[in-house]
């Protein structure tokens, strides 16, 4: 079982950057793939990026790519998102999760709550 608890949005200007953070709880984290999903009002939860159980291999949405970074400590239990030039239709709620390789919401087993992202022009 790994519970997983968002921090790190707010609101940014466009062009900003944001650091989210993802805490996880449990002794096998370091077992899973972990992702970042968003999902803005009245749209699906689209995968932004993953990254391997030993953070050696990443996958990120085109959307995304050059501007966010995924990383994680294992030691740590932490997973990190650097987000830079935020535009605004980055603007969503950021769920990190647990899980198998792979870019569907299916593949992941544990959510967390999720954290807010406000990028304004």
């Known amino acids: 079982q790994v519970q997983l608890v968002e921090s790190g949005g707010g609101l940014v200007q466009a062009g900003g950057s944001l650091r989210l953070s993802c805490a996880a709880s449990?002794?096998?984290?370091?077992?899973?793939?972990m992702g970042w999903f968003r999902q803005a009002p009245g749209k699906e939860r689209d995968f932004v990026a993953a990254?391997?159980?030993?953070?050696?291999?990443?996958s990120y949405a085109d959307s995304v790519k050059g501007r966010f970074t995924i990383s994680r400590d294992n030691a740590k239990n932490t997973m990190y998102l650097q987000m830079n030039s935020l535009k605004p239709e980055d603007t969503a709620v950021y769920y990190c999760?647990?899980?198998?390789?792979?870019?569907?919401?299916?593949?992941?087993?544990?959510w967390g709550q999720g954290t807010q992202v406000t990028v304004h022009s």
């Open positions: 449990g002794r096998t984290f370091s077992r899973y793939v």
């Open positions: 999760a647990a899980g198998n390789w792979g870019t569907s919401p299916r593949f992941y087993d544990y």
């Open positions: 990254i391997h159980w030993n953070g050696r291999s990443t």
